[in-house]
């Protein structure tokens, strides 16, 4: 606790600066209080929807975007999992109830890529948003020339042009360059300047096939800045922006990934340069859904009618520059808990942001791995399941069923759930003992998490824990 | 009375024996493990004398008492026998459905001498065919345990739907047409045997139910009709299972009779009663017991094919699982025996292949052999896990002495085999890949990665050393598929590091 309120005394200055940009933070606080007895009588009756939609208006275009926005990379499948093994298809009625539901209840961006759900998302988003006008939402899409087999541009070029087939449109909304600072500099020249595809994106956008041309950032921040030089120079003109921001990343990204950067420098670059933002990992993979049982209880005594990936979403939708906030949705309950948290937004006050900034010291006490189950790093050429691995340890952590020590009095119960758990979640071939140490994961990772050597971690403490019965 | 005794304690013995099988927690081994000791063949070829020596006393006292309560298969007869008495005409139902036959002595005589002979020639696998405990066993693992496990997994499905860790799943055994079609023909031999003719299988088959009714002739307490108050009616005969009463003599075979009393039961006028003998009968047939000689197990040597080694995919999208090829066999130059085995040929020997450290094993290593001279014994494989150190349940379950118990620190010094690189196959050297996963996963410390130049390339490979216990780990978590690019070959004698 010492180490908690030294930070907070330390670092004033950072609080108020989010509260200058996300506005009146105290004033929104009471109008809160004045709505609720009201939600809570529609609360019944519209799923807990108490209100409109918060919209956004786009700095360059005027769009006036829904807070929410729809993330397709984990599209629903028929199995009801999530779309891992290969001969899993795409639930597609699934895909379009939700996609009704969601424009419905005023969401209006949707976001994909032609990475996304192993190249299945755009046709499946295609089907479904097809058989609405046209003028009723946004289409946002990625070049995402990621293998430098599609880096040739006829190759990129035959990427984007299918992007529109797929998606049955002849323009896109909001195209994005696609993860730039993976990799790099050398990635990025090699996938966008060395074949004159950022040109060729721009021309699109002048033609009107691009209505908002931006990008989105993971990784070498030296990337992030040379594009925003590009962009003062007038050599480009960016009219939004892609970002990881979520009350961790704020002020310790680098704490949970040294090849991150700080979303407070993120945001208040493009801030500065009135750039719309656009949110991506405002759950950091989910992780802020399912925090330590004792930190979650603490949230609930707060806000007892909110969900706990709630506070993450109204984190992230509070600064007034933000645009959208995206959220990978694949069940109607997810859909259905972000609409009532940003409908309306009821932004976080100076209180619950000095309460966020507590609650994430202490999460970073928990040796967790960072991973957020982007599934960049699949396939594994040696098929293991990596993300479902690390998925099955940060639980366990979080859930307080990690036990080292035989003489705890828990360590029987912990044994026997870990490992009953991780062959529930990982068929044994694809377990932390397959992996080889190639690395061919390790530059995919956009969280830059040392894979290889924390598979090789994870897969210790299974084989002591197999090696110890209590 | 006597016959309700019968029945209680031939349920629990049944149940608490085919829970041996069925249990893969290992619980109830650490309990009752012993239920499968006193098994009559287990006791013969782990020359377990106090068990000989219990059950030759029990029988020359009570008869072949051993046959209605102790043996599986004989408790399973009786119950095929009950359903088939549901099935049959009013009348027989009412008055009994057997009748007198003289034995088949020439028949017994021919089936104990195989029996005999398969073990003096080291065919144990062989000879395991017609005794009772292996054949039972062979049943409930070829056709109980995959229903068993199914019902388990389904339980499993149900607790991890609901969030508890109540059941877990567990991997059904490799499917084997030639032991399932040997499971299910004991079956239904056994079965059409006893539906037929109560314990035909018993006094005409089983070697063990041979030496038990030649020794219970001497019994000391047995079922005697008294002349002088039987009426002639035959009722005891009729619904003798053991077809053993020959009522208008008023004698009975007591090399048949396996003491279950429903004759006593079924005698109108108490003319049967279970007492002191009162006639002294011939001379004893002496039986032999030989030990078995040791066999040489060569088999051919096979070189091992180049395996293909898995290549790493271009990766353009997110998502997906690669897919994993299954891991084959090696051809082996010598089987692998289990720690506790001491040799392959003392398993050989020992063994009478009940499959119940096939059932117990967690680690999927033992399996049922489907070559001739081991037919159905436990085979070492690494396929689709390895032998973990920390695990000695084939061992601390074995009744036959053919798996001696064993520590996991003394399993740790056991070496049951050695492990043999191929280097071609091998992704460190073929493919300059850092793999090393069988440096880093040997429990034994026994292999390093060394630096090797192959074709003027520096490349790294596995190097093993002396302290190779054979676990299997390096092979089973090798990369390569579908045949690893380390095996193990199996130690004829194991050795103590």
């Known amino acids: ?470 | 009375m006597l016959r309700r005794l019968r029945k209680v304690l031939a349920v629990i013995s049944i149940v608490a024996v085919t829970l041996l099988f069925f249990d893969f927690t290992g619980t109830s081994r650490h309990l009752w493990g012993w239920m499968a000791r006193i098994q009559f063949m287990p006791a013969l070829l782990a020359l377990n004398l106090a068990v000989l020596i219990g059950l030759l006393i029990t029988t020359l006292l009570l008869g072949r008492v051993y046959c209605s309560v102790v043996c599986p298969l004989g408790i399973l007869q009786d119950t095929i026998n009950r359903i088939s008495i549901r099935f049959s005409s009013r009348i027989k139902r009412k008055s009994g459905r057997f009748h007198y036959t003289p034995e088949h002595r020439t028949l017994r005589i021919i089936f104990l001498i195989l029996f005999f002979a398969g073990i003096i020639a080291g065919m144990t696998s062989i000879a395991a065919l017609i005794a009772p405990y292996s054949a039972y066993g062979r049943i409930i693992s070829q056709l109980g345990i995959p229903v068993y496990d199914a019902a388990n997994n389904v339980l499993a499905d149900i607790a991890q739907a609901n969030d508890s860790y109540a059941f877990y799943h567990v991997e059904q055994p490799a499917f084997n047409w030639p032991l399932f079609i040997v499971a299910i023909v004991t079956l239904a031999v056994v079965g059409i045997m006893a539906w037929l003719g109560g314990r035909t299988y018993c006094n005409t088959v089983c070697p063990v139910g041979t030496i038990l009714g030649y020794i219970s002739k001497f019994a000391l307490l047995r079922p005697e009709i008294n002349t002088d108050t039987c009426n002639n009616c035959g009722r005891c005969a009729r619904n003798c299972k053991a077809s053993c009463i020959d009522p208008k003599a008023h004698k009975i075979d007591y090399t048949r009779c396996v003491a279950c009393f429903d004759c006593m039961e079924n005698c109108s006028t108490g003319a049967l009663t279970y007492r002191l003998r009162t006639k002294t009968e011939s001379k004893p047939n002496d039986v032999k017991h030989v030990d078995a000689s040791r066999r040489n197990f060569i088999s051919m040597a096979t070189i091992l094919a180049g395996a293909a080694a898995a290549s790493a995919e271009d990766k353009i999208v997110d998502g997906g699982l690669a897919p994993i090829a299954e891991k084959k066999a090696p051809t082996r130059k010598s089987p692998i025996a289990p720690p506790g085995a001491r040799s392959v040929a003392h398993l050989r020997q020992h063994c009478t292949a009940c499959q119940l450290c096939i059932s117990a094993c967690p680690n999927d290593v033992l399996r049922p052999s489907a070559e001739l001279d081991s037919f159905m014994q436990p085979v070492v494989g690494y396929e689709r896990g390895y032998c973990r150190p920390e695990c000695t349940e084939c061992s601390s379950i074995c009744p036959d002495g053919a798996i001696h118990p064993i520590t996991a620190a003394e399993k740790s010094s056991t070496s049951i085999g050695y492990a043999v690189v191929d280097a071609d196959s091998c992704l460190s050297v073929s493919m300059g890949e850092s793999c090393g996963n069988c440096a880093r996963h040997c429990p034994a410390g026994a292999i390093s990665m060394i630096e090797v130049t192959r074709n003027g390339k520096k490349r790294t490979m596995p190097y093993v050393n002396g302290y190779c216990i054979g676990c299997g780990a390096c092979e089973n978590l090798c990369p390569v598929r579908p045949l690893s690019a380390i095996h193990v070959e199996g130690r004829e004698i194991h050795t103590t590091l």
């Open chain 1, 1 to 470: 606790m010492k180490n908690i309120k030294s930070r907070l005394n330390q670092k004033p200055i950072d609080r108020r600066d989010f509260l200058k940009l996300m506005g009146a933070g105290t004033g929104s606080a009471i109008l809160a209080g004045c709505t609720r007895p009201e939600a809570d009588n529609k609360h019944d009756s519209n799923n807990g929807i108490t209100g409109e939609m918060t919209y956004r208006t786009n700095s360059s275009t005027g769009d006036k975007v829904s807070l929410l926005g729809y993330g397709c990379m984990r599209l629903p499948t028929s199995s009801n999992e999530s779309a891992r093994d290969s001969d899993i298809q795409i639930d597609q009625e699934a895909v379009n109830r939700s996609v009704d539901y969601a424009l419905e209840h005023g969401v209006n961006y949707f976001d994909t890529s032609p990475a996304y759900c192993k190249g299945a998302s755009e046709h499946a988003m295609g089907i479904a948003l097809s058989r609405h006008p046209r003028d009723s939402y946004f289409i946002a899409t990625k070049l995402s020339n990621f293998a430098p087999q599609t880096w040739s541009r006829e190759r990129s070029i035959e990427m984007y042009r299918n992007s529109l087939r797929e998606l049955q449109t002849d323009y896109i909304d909001y195209m994005l360059l696609h993860g730039i600072g993976m990799d790099g500099m050398e990635a990025y020249n090699g996938r966008y300047e060395d074949n004159g595809i950022r040109k060729f994106l721009e021309d699109e956008r002048a033609a009107g096939h691009i209505r908002n041309l931006g990008f989105s950032y993971h990784g070498d921040i030296k990337v992030f800045d040379h594009l925003l030089a590009l962009h003062d120079s007038g050599e480009a003109h960016w009219d939004f922006v892609q970002i990881q921001l979520n009350y961790v990343d704020w002020l310790h990204a680098k704490e949970i990934n040294p090849r991150n950067t700080n979303a407070k420098y993120l945001y208040n670059e493009l801030d500065k340069r009135g750039i719309s933002v656009v949110i991506m990992e405002p759950l950091l993979g989910g992780r802020l859904a399912s925090i330590a049982d004792g930190l979650a209880a603490q949230m609930k005594e707060r806000r007892p009618d909110d969900s706990i990936a709630s506070w993450a979403f109204r984190y992230a939708g509070s600064p007034e520059r933000v645009l959208t906030v995206l959220s990978g949705m694949t069940y109607m309950e997810h859909l259905q808990d972000n609409l009532h948290t940003y409908s309306p937004l009821d932004p976080v006050t100076d209180d619950e942001l000095a309460f966020l900034n507590r609650i994430t010291t202490l999460m970073l006490e928990y040796p967790t791995v960072p991973c957020t189950d982007c599934k960049y790093c699949m396939p594994c050429p040696y098929g293991l399941d990596i993300p479902a691995i690390f998925a099955h340890y940060n639980k366990c952590l979080n859930e307080g069923r990690v036990a080292t020590d035989s003489r705890d009095p828990k360590y029987a119960k912990a044994r026997r759930e870990f490992l009953i758990g991780y062959d529930r979640s990982v068929p044994k071939l694809r377990q932390a003992s397959h992996c080889i140490n190639c690395g061919a994961c390790l530059s995919h990772c956009p969280q830059g998490i040392q894979i290889p050597n924390q598979l090789s971690r994870i897969d210790r403490y299974v084989e002591q824990l197999k090696q110890t019965p209590s």
